[in-house]
């Protein structure tokens, strides 16, 4: 599944929703400066790399699939591309001052995932975890949204999960400290077609059969234009930071 996105890895880069550029400053606050040298884990088509870039520090962007590596390398010539899963990248000696890892933790090996990023983190380096969540600014729409995805997977689009579920995951590990999260909410208007291509991109549509896609985009069209052709979103993004604790 992480390189389920690379079958549509121009229209993931066009549809959607990148990171709001307060997060700069939320990190660089935590981190007490701007660390050098960045990398940024499972960097898709680069919707996190082109914010860390303007920190000004090098930034190796790690991606394991080569057609969203492409689109990467091709749109953000600045950074260092490395087509690798993450397991098999070699940090640069002496390790890096931040790690980012946006919407992409869940797919890194949970028993080994702290463990490898700890190691490649100079002492008291960063590791920054960000999501989107992409939910829906009227309860209703969220509602009638919720059921026509749920038809076809009502176990994995049901997100239960708090919102900032890495921090558990961090602290019980031990291996890092002085955990803060931060939170954004933006309302972008998406057109019914719009809607739909951002939907082409979710992991938990293209795990199901062309029939079951199919269906589900009628019934999300059908739901849309019955809204005037327009969905107002509310993106969540959620940013959990915390630091490495070499002693």
């Given at each position: 599944?992480?390189?389920?996105?690379?079958?549509?890895?121009?229209?993931?880069?066009?549809?959607?929703?990148?990171?709001?550029?307060?997060?700069?400053?939320?990190?660089?606050?935590?981190?007490?400066?701007?660390?050098?040298?960045?990398?940024?884990?499972?960097?898709?088509?680069g919707k996190a790399t082109e914010l860390?870039?303007?920190?000004?520090?090098?930034?190796?962007?790690?991606?394991?699939?080569?057609?969203?590596?492409?689109?990467?390398?091709?749109?953000?010539?600045?950074?260092?591309?490395?087509?690798?899963?993450?397991?098999?990248?070699?940090?640069?000696?002496?390790?890096?001052?931040?790690?980012?890892?946006?919407?992409?933790?869940?797919?890194?090996?949970?028993?080994?995932?702290?463990?490898?990023?700890?190691?490649?983190?100079?002492?008291?380096?960063?590791?920054?975890?960000?999501?989107?969540?992409?939910?829906?600014?009227?309860?209703?729409?969220?509602?009638?949204?919720?059921?026509?995805?749920?038809?076809?997977?009502?176990?994995?689009?049901?997100?239960?999960?708090?919102?900032?579920?890495?921090?558990?995951?961090?602290?019980?590990?031990?291996?890092?400290?002085?955990?803060?999260?931060?939170?954004?909410?933006?309302?972008?208007?998406?057109?019914?077609?719009?809607?739909?291509?951002?939907?082409?991109?979710?992991?938990?549509?293209?795990?199901?059969?062309?029939?079951?896609?199919?269906?589900?985009?009628?019934?999300?069209?059908?739901?849309?234009?019955?809204?005037?052709?327009?969905?107002?979103?509310?993106?969540?993004?959620?940013?959990?930071?915390?630091?490495?604790?070499?002693?």
């Open positions: 599944m992480t390189r389920v996105f690379g079958e549509v890895a121009a229209l993931y880069d066009d549809i959607r929703p990148g990171y709001p550029d307060e997060l700069l400053e939320a990190l660089t606050a935590f981190h007490g400066g701007v660390p050098a040298p960045v990398a940024d884990l499972g960097a898709g088509t860390l870039l303007r920190l000004g520090s090098p930034v190796i962007a790690v991606e394991p699939d080569p057609r969203m590596a492409e689109i990467l390398a091709r749109k953000l010539p600045a950074a260092e591309v490395v087509t690798a899963a993450f397991e098999q990248w070699a940090p640069p000696p002496g390790g890096v001052g931040l790690i980012s890892c946006a919407t992409a933790w869940h797919w890194l090996d949970p028993q080994t995932r702290g463990r490898r990023v700890h190691a490649a983190l100079q002492p008291r380096g960063t590791l920054a975890i960000l999501h989107n969540r992409h939910g829906y600014a009227e309860p209703d729409q969220q509602r009638a949204i919720d059921g026509i995805m749920q038809a076809i997977d009502p176990v994995q689009t049901v997100d239960d999960r708090p919102v900032d579920w890495a921090r558990e995951d961090l602290e019980r590990s031990g291996l890092f400290t002085g955990t803060e999260v931060h939170e954004w909410h933006r309302h972008p208007v998406f057109s019914t077609e719009q809607y739909l291509q951002l939907v082409r991109t979710f992991s938990t549509y293209r795990r199901h059969s062309l029939e079951d896609q199919r269906r589900t985009l009628a019934d999300l069209s059908t739901a849309i234009d019955g809204w005037g052709g327009r969905l107002r979103m509310d993106v969540h993004t959620v940013l959990v930071l915390v630091r490495a604790s070499h002693s």
